[in-house]
Structures are given as structure tokens and as C-alpha cells.
Nanobody, 124 residues
Framework: QLQASGGGLVQAGDSLRLSCAASGRISSSYRMGWFRQAPGKEREFVAVVIWSGDITYYAGSVKGRFTISRDNAKNTVYLQMNSLKPEDTAVYYC???????????????????WGQGTQVTVSS
């Protein structure tokens, strides 16, 4: 129900845009998040967009470089990643959940639906 795409191999300083296409019961009312997992590390929160896109939150490590947005007509969420760094290398996952009112958007346990992940590799 969540299909992530757009990953690839880029150089430091480059940009990349990830997409996450939602289907089935996942609607525009769901909060949609991006998480990432680097080799040997736990999965971590990257960004979340809530409701129609008016509310967004970011991890401190990506704030100012990454932008999350959503196109409700296409039921798709995007993660625009600029000024990429080698430490951004990870598998990126999109996630969805209908309970935006619960808060704790940074916790992966708050999300019921997960995509398959897309690899982002940033070379120095």
C-alpha cells in the first residue's frame, strides 16, 4: 500500500527526491512520515507531514536541507533532499498512520503502514 522510489547513488552536495505512492485505505487524512536506517544503526525519524501538508516536522539533522510535501490528488508524499552528506546514506522508508492526533510523530511505533524502502547512497 506504500511504494517508495527515487533512491540512488549521488555525490555529496547533490540533491535527490524520494516519492512514496499510497494506495488502498491510506488517504490524505493520514500522517505520512519518512524514516531511514543506516548500516548498523537503528531506524530513525526524518520527517512527517500531517493533514493536507500544513504541518511538518523534521529531525534536527535534516532540517533546512530536506523538505517533505504531499500531493493529495496523487496520494503521494515526497522528500526533497538537498545538500546531501555521506551521513545521509541509508535505506529510506515511508510510513503512514491515521492517528495524527496522537502526536509522537517521531516514533516508528506510531505508524501502522510501511513501504519497502529505497536505498540512498551519498559518496564523499
Amino acid at each position: 500500500q506504500l511504494q517508495a522510489s527515487g533512491g540512488g547513488l549521488v555525490q555529496a552536495g547533490d540533491s535527490l527526491r524520494l516519492s512514496c505512492a499510497a494506495s488502498g485505505r491510506i488517504s490524505s487524512s493520514y500522517r505520512m512520515g519518512w524514516f531511514r536506517q543506516a548500516p548498523g544503526k537503528e531506524r530513525e525519524f526524518v520527517a512527517v507531514v500531517i493533514w493536507s501538508g500544513d504541518i511538518t516536522y523534521y529531525a534536527g539533522s535534516v532540517k533546512g536541507r530536506f523538505t517533505i510535501s504531499r500531493d493529495n490528488a496523487k496520494n503521494t508524499v515526497y522528500l526533497q533532499m538537498n545538500s546531501l552528506k555521506p551521513e545521509d546514506t541509508a535505506v529510506y522508508y515511508c510510513a503512514a498512520d491515521p492517528r495524527a492526533y496522537r502526536g509522537n510523530h517521531h516514533r516508528e511505533t506510531e505508524y501502522d503502514y510501511w513501504g519497502q524502502g529505497t536505498q540512498v547512497t551519498v559518496s564523499s
